[in-house]
């Protein structure tokens, strides 16, 4: 187990979130399920907790009741090499949540995650500050991010 774990609370869907985040990216398990037993709390059967890994990151996940939501405080930030990518995982994670602005998305859950461009950090990192400023503008008029509309306005300043 890593030192570090994020950990995941759901009302009562955590193995079909876990179940649905698997499907989406590469590389990805479940690891463990414990389930409740007849003395509850919940109804026997489903799931207490689990764990799974995404691209090798591990997660734990707990169904706890209604008590707790996600927040956009807290989001996954997602490197993305192309632009095929961004357009993947933004339209799978979107499906029944919410797609925001700069790249960031909230799930069917209510999880929000950032679906963010290896490019974009780069141009946005470029120690020509018109550049950079320039790019930025770009992210900022867009919800999914698009490479292309980024790079002509980085190539204009």
């Not at 691209?55 to 930030?77: C, D, K, R, V, W």
């Amino acid at each position: 187990m890593q030192k570090i774990t994020p950990f995941l609370w759901f009302n009562d869907q955590a193995e079909e979130a876990m179940n649905f985040y698997i499907s989406i990216f590469k590389n990805s398990k479940i690891t463990m399920l414990r389930r409740y037993g007849k003395e509850g709390p919940g109804p026997e059967g489903s799931v207490m907790t689990g764990s799974f890994e995404l691209e090798g990151q591990e997660f734990m996940a707990l169904n706890g009741g209604p008590h707790f939501s996600f927040t956009p405080a807290i989001s996954l930030f997602v490197d993305c090499k192309t632009q095929e990518e961004v357009d993947e995982l933004w339209d799978k994670l979107s499906a029944g949540g919410a797609p925001n602005q700069c790249g960031w998305v909230q799930d069917k859950f209510g999880l929000s995650w950032q679906i963010i461009p290896t490019a974009l950090g780069e141009m946005l990192g470029d120690k020509n500050p018109a550049k950079a400023g320039a790019a930025m503008s770009a992210m900022l008029k867009m919800r999914k991010i698009n490479i292309k509309d980024l790079k002509e306005a980085y190539d204009r300043a």
